[in-house]
């Protein structure tokens, strides 16, 4: 498609800030948990969902990446390998589609625990493939400037969580109630 490795080195590294600024959402389970307990508490009419009880679903996203990245540097060779015959395109997609899907679905549930399990282990373990793929496919069109590409594709994450944070509150507490 592109002749140019320069430009198609510089669409990896757009499209890896991109990925990066997408998964900067999972930080926002902070400022969104007293929505998703409210929300627990009014679906299941029961007041025994806690935001002591919601706030475990971050952890058990960092449980997701932390059980995945124990599992890739276990079989970095079998992953490095797949990448190469996939493509990183292709696995992107694939991550980027199923963390959308369990996004989705998580969303539609009314049961906190299946919450739980699907947006934040679910999303975890996706977090895990997905976060340094890209970036360690953009080294291989640049490799003299890693640490560059690495301080602008990880800062994408940050950038994302700000984001998105206005978002979520601005979506979320619509009339500016205080909390």
């Known amino acids: 498609m592109f002749k140019n490795l320069a430009l198609k080195g510089l669409i990896c590294v757009i499209g890896a800030f991109f990925i990066s600024l997408s998964v900067g959402i999972i930080y926002l389970w902070g400022i969104i948990t007293i929505y998703g307990t409210s929300y627990f508490r009014i679906v299941t009419l029961n007041n025994t969902v806690t ?4 706030d475990i679903v971050f952890p058990l996203t960092l449980l997701g990446q932390v059980k995945h990245t124990i599992f890739q540097a276990i079989s970095m060779p079998i992953v490095t390998r797949y990448a190469n015959k996939m493509s990183a395109r292709m696995t992107c997609c694939v991550c980027g589609m199923a963390m959308s899907s ?3 679905l998580s969303s539609l549930t009314h049961n906190f625990y299946t919450f739980a399990l699907l947006f934040g282990l679910g999303n975890g373990i996706i977090i895990g493939i ?3 793929l890209p970036i360690s496919h953009c080294y291989s069109f640049f490799p003299r400037k890693r640490k560059f590409l690495s ?7 940050g950038i994302g969580t700000l984001i998105f944070a206005i978002m979520a509150e601005n979506c979320m507490n619509i009339n500016d109630l205080s909390l």
């Open 130 to 132: 997905i976060y340094i």
């Open 102 to 104: 369990l996004t989705y």
């Open 151 to 157: 301080m602008a594709i990880i800062s994408a994450s």
């Open 51 to 54: 935001e002591d009880l919601t």
